[in-house]
């Protein structure tokens, strides 16, 4: 009977002191995203800068989730930029990083290598977070330039030209 009564207590101890720094932690969090407006702003504003420098392109914007808002493809652009812009997106939002960082470093580090495996993923240039202050609410794919750091800089001008709605 003592051995079953020492177990319980012990039992107990445990439990409280696991639900202890639960019953602390924040039970509700806030999070900025992205809305419709801003994804939608943004692929209109990454397709037109890609536009005036001769790029068909086809931008995908998702939100922090890396879940589609907005998608705009040019006149032209070719089919496979659709889901070459959806992967960068989501792999840009997911990571928190540009993708032709990602794929730059992926080439530097063979253990970063390993990242092609990851369902979804694509490490070439053309993923830009979109980020307010430091916190990442969603992700710009851009396909269709020639050359990912092209597809990258469409992306650059049109969070450029969106700066005053990211603070």
């Known amino acids: 009977m003592t051995f079953r009564l020492n ?8 439990t409280a002191a696991l639900a202890a720094p639960l019953a602390h932690a924040q039970a509700v969090r806030t999070e900025r995203n992205m809305s419709l407006a ?4 943004l692929a209109a504003d990454t397709v037109a800068a890609c536009t005036t420098n001769g790029y068909a392109v086809t931008a995908t914007v998702v939100d922090r989730a890396g879940s589609v808002r907005a ?29 032709l960082a990602m794929m730059e470093g992926a080439q530097k580090n063979p253990a970063a290598a390993n990242l092609v495996h990851i369902h979804g993923f694509l490490l070439l240039g053309g ?3 979109v980020k307010v202050g430091t916190e990442t ?8 330039a020639p050359g990912g750091h092209l597809d990258e800089q469409c992306a650059m001008t049109a969070l450029d030209k969106a700066k005053d709605l990211l603070k």
């Open 71 to 99: 998608v705009m493809r040019a006149d032209n652009a070719g089919p496979h930029t659709l889901g070459a812009s959806e992967q960068k997106a989501f792999t840009s939002a997911s990571a928190k990083n540009a993708t």
């Open 127 to 129: 993923g830009v977070p």
């Open 137 to 144: 609410i969603g992700a710009i794919g851009v396909g269709g």
């Open 38 to 41: 801003l994804a939608s702003q």
């Open 7 to 14: 177990t319980l207590a012990l039992t107990l101890a445990a």
